[in-house]
């Protein structure tokens, strides 16, 4: 059985643009979560899509959205990238929402902002 | 919200030595507990969870233990080896979301 699959797994952009990361969940897993990983911040929660909505955010500005697709893939957007975005972005996959659930995490991708 | 402190920060043993990592939580609504180990250039692999209805857990060398009234839980690895080298997390989630917090890593370094 396969796993989260993220990609691209490296990707290196330059201040002021943007980036969109793909997030492919565990085959038969409908719900998708985001995280940030820094080594000043740690993991941070970003978002959950479950069914196609989103079902929680963290606590980051409106420039990190989502959506997740009838298949239950997802996609992260940054815009207007900025130095502090360097960071590994992991998603992680689950059977459902709600709490309790055991979260399959994929490789990351490493985004570094120039 | 919810705020998870994890230490130590860094943990050095020598091969067979058991190694212990605490977390404490700070919001009763948490009620499931997980632990993720992340060797480099991976993601986090889920090594053992427990949930708010249940004291202790064991798998083979690893073990965790809760204690809800003190809103603390550790881990324990028994007979560590050289691959149980890596960073661990601990995280919290409440019982309503599918969203974790997580502390903020300990760097277990196992010397054969």
């Known amino acids: 059985k396969a796993g989260v699959t993220q990609t691209p797994r490296y990707l290196i952009k330059t201040r002021g643009q943007q980036v969109t990361l793909s997030c492919s969940p565990i085959?038969?897993?409908?719900?998708v979560s985001w995280y940030q990983q820094t080594p000043g911040q740690g993991l941070q929660f970003l978002f959950e899509y479950f069914s196609e909505t989103q079902r929680n955010k963290g606590n980051f500005p409106g420039r990190f959205s989502g959506r997740q697709f009838s298949n239950s893939r997802s996609e992260m957007n940054v815009s207007t990238l900025e130095l502090g975005d360097s960071a590994l972005y992991l998603c992680?996959?689950?059977?459902?929402?709600?709490?309790?659930?055991?979260?399959?995490f994929g490789a990351g991708t490493r985004l570094s902002v120039l | 919200g919810e705020n998870v402190e994890q230490h130590p920060s860094t943990l050095s043993v020598q091969e067979g030595d058991s190694a212990v990592i605490k977390c404490t939580y700070s919001?009763?609504?948490?009620?499931?507990f997980p632990w993720y180990k992340q060797e480099l250039g991976k993601g986090p692999q889920l090594i053992i969870d427990?949930?708010?209805?249940?004291g202790e857990k064991k798998d083979q060398r690893i073990a965790v233990t809760l204690n809800k009234t003190a809103k603390h839980f550790s881990l324990h690895i028994t007979e560590t080896q050289p691959e149980d080298s890596a960073v661990y997390f601990c995280?919290?989630?409440?019982?309503?979301?599918?969203?974790?917090?997580f502390g903020s890593g300990t760097k277990l370094n196992v010397k054969p």
């Open positions: 919001d009763s609504a948490s009620n499931y």
């Open positions: 992680a996959s689950s059977w459902t929402s709600g709490g309790g659930n055991i979260q399959y």
């Open positions: 995280a919290a989630s409440p019982y309503n979301f599918n969203k974790f917090y």
């Open positions: 427990i949930r708010s209805n249940v």
């Open positions: 085959s038969g897993h409908r719900s």
